[in-house]
């Protein structure tokens, strides 16, 4: 991992109320975008059927936590200026997946399906707090 990327450990909490969704316990900060205490998310938007590779924790979780908030923020019509669109928010996905040692098979599958998520309408964008 480029430790240069990701200046903060990945510090979760699973919410009691949805065991699907957790609480960002500490700031999460990859170059810089800087996602908050008090962020939810699901984790890596994998389909249940296919948790069996592609669980939705793993090396890519950091990666896929700035990923959730990065499209939240689009959603929300306040994007980061790192992520005007959400083709840019994929390709920060990657990056940051590159930078944490995802290797390269797994990190082209997991953008190529946020991009075809995305293609498709299918965007997951649930992750915003209620």
Same mark, same amino acid.
């Given at each position: ?5 990701? $200046? !903060? /450990? ?7 109320? !949805?065991?699907? $969704?957790? =609480? ?8 810089? #975008?800087?996602? /908050?205490? %008090?962020? #939810?998310? !699901? +984790? ?10 592609? /669980?939705?924790? %793993? ?8 990923? !959730?908030?990065?499209?939240?923020? #689009? ?12 083709? $840019?928010?994929?390709? #920060?996905?990657?990056?940051?997946? $590159?930078?944490? +040692?995802?290797?390269?098979?797994? =990190? ?9 998520? %995305?293609?498709? +309408? ?7 707090? /209620?």
């Amino acid at each position: 991992m480029n430790a240069a990327q990701f $200046k !903060d /450990p990945l510090t979760v909490t699973e919410l009691v109320k !949805d065991w699907r $969704k957790w =609480r960002l316990e500490q700031e999460l900060v990859y170059r810089d #975008i800087r996602v /908050p205490v %008090g962020y #939810i998310t !699901d +984790g890596a938007s994998v389909p249940r059927p296919l948790w069996w590779l592609l /669980p939705s924790w %793993g090396r890519y979780s950091r990666a896929s936590v700035v990923h !959730d908030y990065l499209c939240d923020q #689009i959603v929300k019509r306040a994007p980061h200026p790192a992520a005007p669109t959400a083709r $840019k928010a994929d390709a #920060i996905f990657y990056q940051a997946m $590159k930078d944490s +040692g995802v290797n390269a098979t797994i =990190r082209w599958l997991m953008w190529a399906a946020v991009r075809l998520a %995305g293609i498709l +309408g299918l965007r997951e964008t649930s992750h915003i707090a /209620p």
